[in-house]
């Protein structure tokens, strides 16, 4: 019943951006339901196995509560779903697996809707150092829909070294267990929302030369590698395993994209692990950390002026003007979620993955007309004809319209060669 609510919504603003872009000559966006539901965050780390033969692999999913559906029980209200988690080998052979399910409760309505609350779950596997390929699941029981993930995975052998890092896990908090010891809240996301001071850093370092301390540096950098934060600490060891835990304040960050670069050793005995971070508004979508990239990608819906007054804003004023751009379009203003842009920024992290070649896919023609009128209806795929270059029918059965996409040069990279934006007018 939420997700049909949020339809209604969804549906009602279109009106208003039909009203603006007539005045401005930029295309409305046709919202229809998204093909990847539920929506999840994944992160994946290793670190040195209790059998030297062996890495153990961890695996931490991440769901908003709104991304699944709840129903009303006993006064409370309940949601379930079952995350799947498989590691196949070289040969296509499945080398671990495990499924788990996930009971959820929460006291009343509007707690199902929250975007900024999570379920979080894990899996952990022992694996031989490999290559793998990994298949990832969450299934939504009472909606019985689907959103899967899959990628490769690296699993390194951690005891061919004199001197090693694990993986860098980001961390939300760091809470004692019963004897003491602090677990780590995994961050999954890897972001610091503005609400967000500070995170942690937890690794592990591996000593097999004997060294009673090393020196351990901590380097930010921005996208242009250009360092942002730098500092260091000498750090005794316990012997061949070592953990370390770090504090890393937000402090200056302002939002965007992040490297965040570890090194460890003495002499030549160096090593170093490097992951991306990012600083990430409330307000902001999920799609989009890079805030200068996510205004750049608004050229499809968003007028001159109001693209310059973005562009020419510094720091968090230019996050400010982002924000205030969405606003405008925010079919539920009264809520923290604006449907519309996660929306927009949705179906431009899909054409990224999908439709990417020389160019960045929300750049290509079909990442162009797949961001503004959604997903087509059918697409006829003729990537072998003999007397013809390959190409591509997409049909959009609501507004009576076909598109043609040409691949002219053998490259993947097709071309709209059908009016469009004549088309679109007519469409309005």
């Given at each position: 019943?939420?997700?049909?609510?949020?339809?209604?919504?969804?549906?009602?603003?279109?009106?208003?951006?039909?009203?603006?872009?007539?005045?401005?000559?930029?295309?409305?966006?046709?919202?229809?339901?998204?093909?990847?539901?539920?929506?999840?965050?994944?992160d994946i780390m290793t670190v040195a196995g209790k059998d030297s033969g062996l890495t153990t692999f961890k695996f931490y999913s991440k769901i908003p509560y709104d991304e699944l559906q709840f129903v009303k029980k006993d006064q409370r209200f309940y949601a379930q779903y079952e995350l799947s988690v498989t590691v196949f080998d070289q040969y296509g052979n499945q080398a671990e697996g495990q499924i788990v399910r996930r009971d959820i409760w929460v006291d009343d309505f509007e707690q199902t809707n929250l975007r900024n609350k999570y379920d979080i779950a894990s899996v952990t596997f022992d694996?031989?150092?490999?290559?793998?390929?990994?298949?990832?699941?969450?299934?939504?029981?009472?909606?019985?829909?689907?959103?899967?993930?899959k990628t490769r995975l690296t699993v390194p052998a951690?005891?061919?070294?004199?001197?090693?890092?694990?993986?860098?896990?980001?961390?939300?908090?760091m809470i004692p267990d019963s004897t003491g010891k602090l677990q780590?809240?995994?961050?999954?996301?890897?972001?610091?929302?503005?609400?967000q001071e500070s995170l942690f850093l937890w690794f592990e370092i591996y000593d097999f030369i004997g060294l009673d301390s090393l020196q351990i540096n901590y380097r930010i950098l921005d996208l242009k590698d250009k360092v942002i934060r730098k500092f260091s600490e000498f750090r005794k060891l316990d012997g061949t395993r070592t953990e370390i835990v770090i504090h890393i304040p937000r402090e200056e960050l302002s939002a965007g994209r992040y490297k965040l670069e570890v090194s460890a050793g003495k002499g030549k005995a160096v090593v170093k692990r490097v992951r991306d971070l990012s600083v990430h508004w409330m307000g902001m979508p999920a799609f989009a950390s890079d805030i200068d990239k996510a205004i750049e990608q608004l050229k499809y819906i968003a007028d001159g002026k109001a693209m310059k007054k973005m562009?020419?804003?510094?720091?968090?004023?230019?996050?400010?003007?982002?924000?205030?751009?969405?606003?405008?379009?925010?079919?539920?203003?009264?809520?923290?979620?604006?449907?519309?842009?996660?929306?927009?920024?949705?179906?431009?992290?899909?054409s990224n993955a999908t439709f990417g070649t020389f160019i960045e896919g929300w750049r290509s023609d079909r990442g162009m007309v797949y961001i503004i009128l959604g997903a087509?209806?059918?697409?006829?795929?003729?990537?072998?004809?003999?007397?013809?270059?390959?190409?591509?029918?997409?049909?959009?059965?609501?507004?009576?319209?076909q598109f043609i996409f040409v691949d002219q040069s053998g490259f993947g990279e097709y071309r709209l060669i059908s009016p469009f934006w004549e088309v679109l007018n007519e469409i309005r």
């Open positions: 019943m939420k997700r049909v609510f949020q339809r209604i919504h969804l549906l009602a603003s279109i009106g208003m951006l039909l009203t603006s872009r007539l005045v401005s000559q930029t295309p409305e966006l046709h919202f229809d339901a998204r093909e990847d539901v539920p929506n999840f965050f994944y694996l031989s150092p490999s290559v793998y390929e990994l298949l990832v699941g969450i299934m939504d029981f009472d909606s019985r829909k689907t959103g899967r993930r951690y005891f061919q070294q004199p001197l090693e890092l694990s993986d860098i896990m980001l961390a939300d908090q780590a809240v995994p961050n999954v996301i890897g972001n610091y929302d503005n609400r562009k020419k804003s510094k720091g968090d004023k230019k996050t400010e003007a982002f924000r205030e751009f969405w606003k405008s379009k925010d079919p539920t203003p009264a809520t923290e979620q604006n449907e519309v842009m996660e929306e927009y920024y949705r179906r431009v992290d899909y087509p209806n059918d697409i006829e795929r003729h990537p072998f004809e003999v007397d013809s270059k390959p190409y591509e029918i997409w049909s959009y059965y609501q507004y009576n319209r």
